[in-house]
C-alpha cells in the first residue's frame, strides 16, 4: 500500500463523527474469550478511548489482526501489545463472533430480556451514552429529558423512524431509532403492504409503454414518488402512473419501498411526496375563511391518497375547486383532493388504499398556480389537516 493511500484512508476515517464516552456501558470479555478480529479498511485509527474526540495512537491497516477484549457503543478495545491496549470502530473489524458479557454484565442483559419479554408492546434500549427524550416525532421539538445507556422503557407506537415511549414515572415522549435498540414490537398501525411497491429514487424516470427503452413515452414521474407494481418484466415496473395510464419503469431507477420520504409523523400519509411546502393554512386569512390547506407542488406530479376508503364523488368546476375528487375513507372523514390536472382515472365506488396514487397536481378551477388543495370534512365539521401532521404542523 502506498503511503498516500494510507494517508487519504486515514483523513477519511478522522471525518467519522465523534461518539461520546460512556463508561458504564462497556461489555468486558474474559481472558479465556478474547475474540479475534481482522481490519477491513485500508487504514484504521487506534485511539486511547472508545470515540473519535480521543488521541490517536497508532494506525492499523488492512489484513491486520486484532485480539478484541471488551466492547463498547461501536468500538471495540484491542490489546496492542504486552499491557498496551487501544480503541478501534468496530464499523472496520471483522470477527467470527461478538463480544459477550461477561457474568455480571451477562446478568444484567438477561434482567433486560426479560423485562422486554413482559412488555407486550415491545420495549426500547438505550445503546448510545445518551438519547434525547423528545415532545414529538422529530428532532425538532423539545427535549424533555436525556435517557442514559441501557435505560430500557415500553413503547406506545412508531412514526416513521421515531418510537414513543412511556417511562416508569408516567411521563410519555419520543426517541429516535437511530440512539435504541427495539425489542418485541410490531406495528399495528400500518395498514399498507410494502411488498408490491417502489419509490423513485432519481430526480425523474421516464415510463414507457413497453419494458424497453424502445418502448414509446408514457408520462414522467419523480424522486420519492411511490408506485404499486403489477409485474416485473426484464427488470422493468409495471406501474399505473398519476393520470391512469399503464406503463414500464426501468429498475435502475427505482428501490423496493421501505417507508415514505414524508410522513408528517401522524395517523394519515402525505399526499405529495414530492413537495410539503404550504402556501395557505387553514383558518381565517384576511377576512376569508379557508377549510383546508394549499400544498405547493410541481404540476403533474403525484397524488397518493392520505387513508384508506372508497370514492364518494368526483366533479368539475372551473369557478371553485376545478377537477376534484372526494375519498370517504374509513374512519368517517371525507377527504377533498382539489385543482387536480385533469379528471381523476377513478370511478365512484372505488375502493383506495393509503398510498394508491389517486391523480395529479394541477391548478384547475379557480387557482392561481398549481397545488394540490387538501380539505378534511366529518359531516359538517371543517377539520385542520395538520391535526392529522404533527410533525409537519
Not at 408520462?219 to 418484466?233: C, D, G, L, Q, W
Request: with cysteine; proline share 2%; net charge positive.
Amino acid at each position: 500500500m502506498s503511503f498516500l493511500r494510507k494517508a487519504a484512508c486515514v483523513a477519511v476515517l478522522l471525518s467519522i463523527a465523534v461518539s461520546v464516552y460512556c463508561s458504564s456501558c462497556v461489555v468486558n470479555v474474559s481472558a479465556a474469550n478474547i475474540i479475534k478480529g481482522t481490519v477491513k479498511a485500508d487504514a484504521l485509527n487506534v485511539r486511547k478511548g472508545p470515540g473519535k474526540e480521543n488521541a490517536i495512537i497508532n494506525v492499523i491497516y488492512e489484513g491486520d489482526s486484532v485480539e478484541i477484549t471488551s466492547s463498547k457503543d461501536g468500538w471495540y478495545k484491542i490489546k496492542q501489545g504486552k499491557n498496551k491496549y487501544g480503541w478501534v470502530s468496530a464499523d472496520f473489524v471483522k470477527t467470527s463472533k461478538k463480544a459477550t458479557a461477561d457474568s455480571k454484565d451477562g446478568k444484567k442483559a438477561n434482567e433486560t430480556s426479560k423485562k422486554s419479554n413482559e412488555n407486550t408492546n415491545g420495549t426500547i434500549t438505550v445503546t448510545g451514552s445518551y438519547t434525547n427524550l423528545r415532545k414529538g416525532a422529530g428532532s425538532g421539538y423539545a427535549v424533555i429529558k436525556k435517557l442514559y445507556c441501557g435505560t430500557v422503557e415500553s413503547i406506545l407506537e412508531k412514526s416513521g423512524s421515531w418510537y414513543r415511549i412511556k417511562l416508569s414515572d408516567s411521563k410519555t415522549g419520543w426517541v429516535s431509532k437511530k440512539y435504541v435498540k427495539v425489542t418485541g414490537y410490531k406495528d399495528q398501525s400500518a395498514s399498507i403492504s410494502k411488498s408490491d411497491r417502489i419509490i423513485v429514487t432519481s430526480s425523474s424516470v421516464n415510463v414507457r409503454s413497453t419494458s424497453s427503452t424502445s418502448g414509446k413515452l408514457v408520462a414522467t414521474i419523480r424522486h420519492n414518488e411511490v408506485y404499486k407494481y403489477s409485474e416485473v418484466k426484464n427488470g422493468w415496473y409495471k406501474i399505473i402512473t398519476p393520470s391512469g395510464e399503464t406503463g414500464y419503469v426501468s429498475g435502475k431507477y427505482v428501490d423496493e419501498f421501505k417507508e415514505y420520504a414524508v410522513n408528517g409523523g401522524g395517523k394519515y400519509i402525505w399526499p405529495t411526496q414530492t413537495a410539503t411546502r404550504i402556501t395557505t393554512y387553514f383558518g381565517t386569512h384576511n377576512g376569508k375563511t379557508h377549510n383546508g390547506i394549499d400544498i405547493a407542488a410541481p404540476g403533474g406530479a403525484q397524488i397518493i391518497a392520505v387513508a384508506d376508503g372508497k370514492v364518494y364523488k368526483k366533479s368539475y368546476n372551473p369557478d371553485g375547486f376545478g377537477h376534484l375528487l372526494i375519498i370517504e375513507q374509513n374512519d368517517g372523514i371525507r377527504a377533498y383532493y382539489a385543482h387536480m390536472q385533469k379528471e381523476s382515472f377513478l370511478s365512484k365506488g372505488d375502493n383506495v388504499k393509503a398510498g394508491d396514487t389517486i391523480g395529479v397536481v394541477g391548478t384547475t378551477g379557480k387557482s392561481t398556480g398549481n397545488h394540490l388543495h387538501l380539505e378534511f370534512r366529518k359531516g359538517d365539521k371543517r377539520i385542520d389537516p395538520f391535526d392529522y401532521y404533527p410533525d409537519l404542523g
